[in-house]
T-cell receptor, first 109, second 112 residues
C-alpha cells in the first residue's frame, strides 16, 4: 500500500487564508522533506525536517516521528504559492526516498 | 554549485527507439536517485545508487529499463524500445549519505 499519504489532494484558498497540509507515513522513517513543485516541473526543497518544528517566512513544518506524521502550514497565502506540495520520507530500512502524491494548491485573488 | 544537472531537458523518440537520459549529481554526493513523474502515478521511485553501487532498483520496470553509474560524476537511465506509456518526466536527485535530497530539473520524455 501507499507508504506516504498526503491530504488534502487539492485545496483552493482565497488569498490571505491559511493552509494546513498533512503527510502521514505507514512505516518508520529516518527523515522527511517537503518540496514545492513549480508549474514547469522543477522541485524546490522547502524543509528538511526529521523532527520538530522549522519555520521559514510564512511556512512552518512540524514533524512528529512517533506519530508518523508531518504537516506544512502556509500562513497568509499568496497567489504565487499556487502549485504542488510534496512530502517525501526516507524510511528506516531501505534509505530510499518515497514521495506522496502531493497536494495541489490553488490560491485565488 | 550548479546543482544536479540533467540532460537533455526534453527528448522526443519514436516508438521502438532507445532513449538515454543523463544525470550529473552534485559533487561529493554519494546517493543518486532516479524518479519518474506522470500525472496519473505522481512521483515514482525507480532506482538508486550509493557510492556508485546499485542499492535498490525495485521501482524499475523489469524489461527495457536499466540504470548505470559508471563513475561518481554521472549516472544514466536507458530505456530500450520506448513505448508511449514511457512518456513522463524523469527526475534525478542526489544527496549526501543521508539527508536533504536535491533534484535536477528533469528530462521530459515524449514517445510518439
Amino acid at each position: 500500500g501507499q507508504q506516504v499519504q498526503q491530504s488534502p489532494a487539492s485545496l483552493v484558498l482565497q488569498e490571505g487564508e491559511n493552509a494546513e497540509l498533512q503527510c502521514n507515513f505507514s512505516t518508520s522513517l529516518n527523515s522527511m522533506q517537503w518540496f514545492y513543485q513549480r508549474p514547469e516541473g522543477s522541485l524546490v526543497s522547502l524543509f528538511y525536517n526529521p523532527s520538530g518544528t522549522k519555520q521559514s517566512g510564512r511556512l512552518t513544518s512540524t514533524t512528529v516521528i512517533k506519530e508518523r506524521r508531518s504537516s506544512l502550514h502556509i500562513s497568509s497565502s499568496q497567489i504565487t504559492d499556487s502549485g504542488t506540495y510534496l512530502c517525501a520520507m526516507e524510511n528506516t530500512n531501505a534509505y530510499k526516498v518515497i514521495f506522496g502524491k502531493g497536494t495541489h494548491l490553488h490560491v485565488l485573488p | 554549485n550548479a546543482g544536479v544537472i540533467q540532460t537533455p531537458r526534453h527528448k522526443v523518440t519514436g516508438k521502438g527507439q532507445e532513449a538515454t537520459l543523463w544525470c550529473e549529481p552534485i559533487s561529493g554526493h554519494s546517493a543518486v536517485f532516479w524518479y519518474r513523474q506522470t500525472i496519473v502515478q505522481g512521483l515514482e521511485f525507480l532506482t538508486y545508487f550509493r557510492n556508485q553501487a546499485p542499492i535498490d532498483d525495485s521501482g524499475m520496470p523489469k524489461e527495457r529499463f536499466s540504470a548505470q553509474m559508471p563513475n561518481q560524476s554521472h549516472s544514466t537511465l536507458k530505456i530500450q524500445s520506448t513505448q508511449p506509456q514511457d512518456s513522463a518526466v524523469y527526475l534525478c536527485a542526489s544527496s549526501l549519505d543521508k539527508g536533504k535530497v536535491f533534484f535536477g530539473k528533469g528530462t521530459r520524455l515524449t514517445v510518439v
